[in-house]
T-cell receptor, first 116, second 114 residues
């Protein structure tokens, strides 16, 4: 098991461009989470999936953001018409949820987005 | 909105000494989970220790232990025999029962002095 992986690790883009990030969770994990971490702050929840279903979205996830997990495995997070305020580290986490309360989330290394 | 407060942006400790990181939180729930996660420089976030709110006994994991005061909504982390590898940003985190999403504090950057 190689853990949660994210690609790319770094992305520099110009304002107004679209970007897409990918997250590959731990293989047997059915839940996948996206968080955003700005400089000097703790991560903030964006959205999460159980299998392919998106169960919750934060109000931080504006209509320029869309996340998918089409086959219940990897997930993509797309940001359209990027703004400088989107510059942040985007973290992905996964967990195995079997109906009980113990549900540790394992984090990936993150994708650092810089919008110029 | 739920909040998690870490009032110590930075802490430092001499190697082999003990340090305590503070955390308070706000919640109206009776069932929840509390965690400490560490984020080493340029490395992934990893779980250090977990506490279930319904358990009165404080959690311990080797050199790491917590002081959970439910009525005071306080959750501090004690690191004993500090090692150089403990240097990291430490986040106090609260989770809903069922752990759908984590609410993070702003973090405490811990420096270990050799």
């Amino acid at each position: 098991d190689t853990g949660v992986s994210q690609n790319p690790r770094h992305k520099i883009t110009k304002r107004g461009q679209n970007v897409t990030f990918r997250c590959d969770p731990i293989s047997e994990h059915n839940r996948l989470y996206w968080y955003r971490q700005t400089l000097g702050q703790g991560p903030e929840f964006l959205t999460y999936f159980q299998n392919e279903a998106q169960l919750e979205k934060s109000r931080l996830l504006s209509d320029r953001f869309s996340a998918e997990r089409p086959k219940g495995s990897f997930s993509t997070l797309e940001i359209q018409r990027t703004e400088q305020g989107d510059s942040a580290m985007y973290l992905c986490a996964s967990s195995h949820w079997a109906g009980g309360p113990r549900n540790e989330q394992y984090f990936g290394p993150g994708t650092r987005l810089t919008v110029t | 909105a739920q909040t998690v407060t870490q009032s110590q942006p930075e802490m430092s400790v001499q190697e082999a000494e003990t340090v305590t990181l503070s955390c308070t939180y706000d919640t109206s729930e009776s069932d929840y989970y509390l965690f400490w996660y560490k984020q080493p420089p340029s490395r992934q976030m990893i779980l250090v220790i977990r506490q279930e709110a319904y358990k009165q006994q404080n959690a311990t994991e080797n050199r790491f232990s917590v002081n959970f005061q439910k009525a005071a909504k306080s959750f501090s982390l004690k690191i004993s025999d500090s090692q150089l590898g403990d240097a990291a940003m430490y986040f106090c985190v609260k989770a809903n029962f069922g752990n759908e999403k984590l609410t993070f504090g702003t973090g405490t950057r811990l420096t270990i002095i050799p």
